[in-house]
Structure formats: structure tokens, C-alpha cells
């Protein structure tokens, strides 16, 4: 079964500063596909960045890249000169491969931005 | 920037109650899902609808849920006969161009459902 773990609740960031959010997933699959979603306040979810499992390279999306390792099973995400619009919650989601719909969400990080 | 909507943003019912959540998509998406989240909880995943069928659903959706798209423009959840465990945030989200399921889901704001 497929589950995405996220170990971190809550974190904190100074404005400006970087910080990086774990998230882990298990699969026996081989062709998946990563993803990071952004819930601010307003609760709409916002697609912040995705992976392919078949790409080596890392993904990039401005401040925010992603550090993907397939056999370490980990898909963390990185925010570069975090700005105060980016306190919100993270949710890390994978998805089967091609023609499959169903995300599985992990547990949420909320991440605080301090000025 | 095209949104998807949902109403209302928060539904009080009493248990034992049918409530439909009501989600307006995309205009030209094709891909429709449920999700729901309790609260302090992670968002599951409850069905996806295409071609005005499901596609795909969990073991949450069983036959107490329902989905349909009336009228080419809204996407209804309905529960019947709610429970107390189906208080909850219901988003909805879409999915366009049936050629590339890579197309990010787009998702509403969501619908806090409160049963009392």
C-alpha cells in the first residue's frame, strides 16, 4: 500500500532564511509521481511543485526545489529566501503512475515564517 | 485565473441528515475528485469522476456517498444519512485535458461540514 509520511508537524523559519520539509513515502511501484501542495489560510490548495520518479534530476520551481531520492524513498522540499507569504501548510502527495488519479496525502507541515 | 469554486464554505447539519457539497470546476476540465480532510488529519482521497462516471473511488466512498454532475457545470457530493464522523473539510478539485494526467488538480477552497 502507498503511504506518504511526514514527520515534521510544525516548523519555524526566519524571513529570508532556508528551510527544508521531510517527507518520506512507500511504494512498490516504479513509475509514480511526487508532489508538494501549498494550503495557505484561505485553504485553497496550491500545486507548488512536482517530481517524476523516472527523472534523475531534481525538480526546480524558483525558491523551491525539491531533493529526491528513489531508493531512500524521500522527497523533501526546500525554501530558499522564505518569504512571509509562504507560512502555510505543505502537504506532500504521491500519485501512481500515468493513468492513475488517486493522491495520497501525507499528515501536513505547517510552516511559520518569522519577520 | 480560473478558479474551482465550492459552496457553501461551511455546513451545519444535524446527524442522520442528507447534505450535498456543492463544487463548480473548471470550466473545461474533464477530471473531477473529492477529497476530504478531519481535522488534524491528512487529506484522503475519496472518488474521481469522468465522462459522468466514476473512475475511481476509496473504501471511504461507500454507499452512503454519492457524486454527480447535474448540469455540465456543478459537481455534487451528496451523504446520505450523515454521521458524526463525517464532519470534516470536503475539497473538490478538477483536472483538464484528457491527453495528460500530469495537468496538475486544481482544488477549491473546500467545504467545512459540521454534524451535530
Known amino acids: 500500500a502507498q503511504t506518504v509520511t511526514q514527520s515534521q508537524p510544525e516548523m519555524s523559519v526566519q524571513e529570508a532564511e532556508t528551510v527544508t520539509l521531510s517527507c518520506t513515502y512507500d511504494?512498490?511501484?516504479?513509475?509514480?509521481?511526487l508532489f508538494w501542495y501549498k494550503q495557505p489560510p484561505s485553504r485553497q490548495m496550491i500545486l507548488v511543485i512536482r517530481?517524476?520518479?523516472?527523472?534523475?534530476q531534481n525538480a526546480t520551481e524558483n525558491r523551491f526545489s525539491v531533493n529526491f531520492q528513489k531508493a531512500a524513498k524521500s522527497f523533501s522540499l526546500k525554501i530558499s529566501d522564505s518569504q512571509l507569504g509562504d507560512a502555510a501548510m505543505y502537504f506532500c502527495?504521491?500519485?501512481?503512475?500515468?493513468?492513475?488519479?488517486?493522491?495520497?496525502f501525507g499528515s501536513g507541515t505547517k510552516l511559520n515564517v518569522k519577520p | 485565473e480560473p478558479e474551482v469554486t465550492q459552496t457553501p464554505s461551511h455546513q451545519v447539519t444535524q446527524m442522520g441528515q442528507e447534505v450535498i457539497l456543492r463544487c463548480v470546476p473548471i470550466?473545461?476540465?474533464?477530471?473531477f475528485y473529492w477529497y476530504r480532510q478531519i481535522l488534524g488529519q491528512k487529506v484522503e482521497f475519496l472518488v474521481s469522476?469522468?465522462?459522468?462516471?466514476?473512475?475511481?473511488k476509496s473504501e471511504i466512498f461507500d454507499d452512503q456517498f454519492s457524486v454527480e454532475r447535474p448540469d455540465g457545470s456543478n459537481f455534487t457530493l451528496k451523504i446520505r444519512s450523515t454521521k458524526l464522523e463525517d464532519s470534516a473539510m470536503y475539497f473538490c478539485?478538477?483536472?483538464?485535458?484528457?491527453?495528460?494526467?500530469?495537468?496538475?488538480?486544481?482544488f477549491g477552497d473546500g467545504t467545512r461540514l459540521s454534524i451535530l
Open positions: 478539485a478538477s483536472r483538464g485535458d484528457r491527453g495528460d494526467p500530469n495537468q496538475p488538480q486544481h
Open positions: 511504494t512498490s511501484e516504479s513509475d509514480y509521481y
Open positions: 517530481q517524476e520518479a523516472y527523472k534523475q
Open positions: 502527495a504521491y500519485r501512481r503512475g500515468y493513468n492513475f488519479n488517486k493522491f495520497y
Open positions: 470550466s473545461n476540465h474533464l477530471y
Open positions: 469522476f469522468y465522462n459522468n462516471e466514476i473512475s475511481e
